[in-house]
């Protein structure tokens, strides 16, 4: 079978390519009629001439134009992500190829599980500055504290209250009882003594409040608690102090969990973020000089077989093979993955 490597005519500089077999069944691929062009800005950071685009590359298209572009701008490397960490690592070519395709400072989504083999989810990222020969870029912490706000029907004026509170596994606790007093420091300092003790936690759930016979402040920053997302079941009142025989409680600040595992993907906000297809087998697509013009996309794949190893970027991590799994099939994709059958 002869396989052409896909590009404009004419005659251009010489480049080393490398066939790629993306497809188990190659006679089985089915191409969207028609084709598709390919934006002048696409580029394969992870390839050794990045204007050769290979085999398996994940593409999708953009917003603006619905011309093609690479779906990933590179991956986390050495290090995970905690809740509050403001910078993540990619490989000195993905970090010159944000800089490229979004700038100096901006934004890109980053998409990965919060722990191992968990669910992935996607988030947008603000970053502020990027060190080509590193690759660290520094961003602002994706994760944000839950705040919770509890509001009595009346003003308490005495006796005891006890909360009910969740552990920082989850699970709800019921707090020691709390002596009311009338003077607001006095009566905070009491809660919070009682909220260490019943979570375990020091300063894990904080209360606060300006009039906190009227309204208290649940603040969930402390170890185990801050920027983490928490369980459906609100703080409540378990036992009401004096004169306060209701109390309503919002969530006011939803907390979310910015840890990502290794292998996350940094992808572009440009649309083309969400991977429909994929660069088909053989030696690439041949892109002219840097952002010099467009180049056709003859063959786009939406139903085969893959190999799911010569996907570009394939992750080892499950959960980012389910949610590409999902990505490619979500937009009338018909693929199937040779991972997901246990005799492949």
């Known amino acids: ?34 084709g598709g062009v390919i934006d002048a800005a696409a580029q394969d950071p992870g390839n050794d001439d990045p204007l050769t685009l ?17 779906s990933l701008i590179g991956k986390m490397i050495t290090a995970a992500l905690t ?30 599980p ?30 944000v504290n839950e705040v919770q706000t509890l509001t009595f029907g009346a003003a308490a004026t005495g006796g005891t ?9 989850g699970t709800m606790v019921t707090t020691d009882a709390i002596t009311w007093n009338a003077t607001d420091a006095t009566w905070l300092a009491a809660i919070n003594t009682a909220l ?3 979570t375990g936690v020091v300063g894990g ?32 009142v378990h036992t009401f102090p004096t004169s306060a025989t209701t109390a309503t409680v919002v969530r006011t600040t939803t907390g979310v969990d910015g840890r990502f595992v290794v292998g996350s993907f940094a992808q572009p906000t440009d649309g083309s973020e969400a991977p429909v297809s994929v660069v088909p087998s053989g030696s690439g697509i041949m892109m002219a000089a840097a952002n ?20 570009v970027d394939w992750p080892s991590d499950t959960g980012l093979q389910a949610w590409l799994v999902a990505q490619l099939n979500a937009n009338g994709g018909r693929f199937e993955f040779d991972h997901l059958f246990a005799n492949s």
């Open 114 to 143: 919060p722990t191992a083999n968990g669910t992935a989810r996607t988030v947008t990222v603000t970053y502020s500055a990027v060190n080509t020969s590193t690759g660290v870029v520094t961003i602002t912490a994706v994760g």
């Open 83 to 112: 809740s509050t960490g403001t910078s993540i690592t990619l490989s000195a070519a993905a970090a010159a190829e944000l800089v490229r395709r979004v700038g100096t400072s901006g934004t890109f989504k980053l998409t990965g």
């Open 161 to 169: 209250m006890r909360l009910r509170v969740p552990k920082a596994d």
């Open 292 to 311: 010099a013009r467009d180049v056709d996309f003859p063959q786009i794949p939406y139903s085969g077989l893959f190999d799911s190893s010569e996907i």
């Open 1 to 34: 079978m002869i396989t052409p490597v896909i590009g404009r005519p004419g005659i251009q500089s010489g480049t080393s390519v490398t066939y790629r077999q993306v497809f188990k069944q190659p006679e089985s691929v089915l191409y969207l009629p028609g």
């Open 54 to 70: 290979r085999g398996g590359l994940l593409m999708g298209r953009k917003t603006s134009g619905k011309k093609w572009l690479p």
């Open 205 to 236: 759930i904080v209360a606060t409040g300006a009039a906190p016979d009227t309204a208290l402040t649940f603040t969930f920053s402390g170890t185990g608690y801050a920027a983490l997302p928490q369980p459906a079941d609100l703080i409540s």
């Open 196 to 198: 260490d003790g019943a």
